[in-house]
């Protein structure tokens, strides 16, 4: 069953939230399962939906205005979490050691943790992407199998999101398995592996067609309820 996360960014307001949460309350499927990630102020009003959370703090607990503990989000029955999303990579100079810190938080309150790694435009252009990936997916090695067996990991190529260029299928396909297959030589387990990286209902039917994903994070296309749920629909 594939795995759909709708991640709202700091989108809509109290009024849209609450009827966008009417809209999507009803939906149930067979064939994907789906996680919607609202800003923070807002996981209350989805309380009764599959919840996710944007962020969490490095920090365990503690004193740090504005930041919410993964032992906060497990209370509000937070069930998933992204970690590492490249706007906070670069905007927030997010660096390894506090994603790593993140996903242990995560992991230590039974959240699971979304690991969102892919290139730039540039390290695409210089061939780079296999080493970003490497790089980006040697956090894991700070985890027990088990632990990283539980892990999702989303390949978003930062060119992709929000602008309506997406990569080929095969450059897709070629970038699950090799993240698939390298976390499987490293230590032996298997993950799941979404795509982001603007999806929407013009092209989720070429999408599909990639065999080897299990799943996708969607960014603006999840922002309008019943045109996410049509997006739903047309996966299988
Ligand atoms: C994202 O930011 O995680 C994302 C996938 O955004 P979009 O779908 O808008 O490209």
């Known amino acids: 069953m594939k795995l759909v996360v709708a991640n709202h960014k700091m989108n809509l307001t109290k009024e849209e939230v609450l009827s966008y949460v009417d809209s999507v309350k009803d939906f149930a499927s067979n064939t994907v399962e789906f996680v919607f990630c609202p800003s923070t102020l807002y996981l209350p009003y989805f309380s009764s939906l599959p919840l996710g959370s944007q962020d969490v703090s490095y920090l365990k607990e503690g004193s740090l205005t504005g930041d919410v503990s993964a032992k906060q989000l497990k209370s509000m029955g937070v069930l998933y979490t992204l970690v590492g999303h490249s706007e906070r990579r670069v905007k927030l100079h997010e660096n390894p050691e506090m994603i790593q810190k993140k996903i242990e938080n995560l992991l230590n309150e039974g959240i699971i943790p979304i690991l969102c790694i892919g290139e730039s435009i540039d390290e695409k252009e210089q061939g780079k992407v296999e080493e970003v990936l490497d790089r980006e997916l040697a956090i894991l090695s700070s985890f027990t199998k088990e632990e990283i ?17 997406l990569p080929t299928n095969q450059e897709i396909e070629n970038r699950v398995r090799y993240i698939k297959e390298k976390v499987s030589s490293l230590y032996q387990v298997s993950i799941r592996v979404l795509y982001g990286g603007s999806v929407n209902i013009d ?11 299990d799943g996708y994070l969607v960014g603006g296309a999840s922002l309008d309820g019943p045109r ?3 997006l739903m629909e047309r996966m299988r």
Do not use: Q, R
């Not at 092209?203 to 994903?213: F, P, Y």
């Open 149 to 165: 067996a539980s892990i999702v990991i989303a390949y978003e190529p930062m060119w992709a999101i929000g602008t309506g260029v």
């Open 203 to 213: 092209n989720i039917d070429t999408l599909e067609k990639v065999s080897n994903m």
């Open 228 to 230: 996410f749920l049509s």
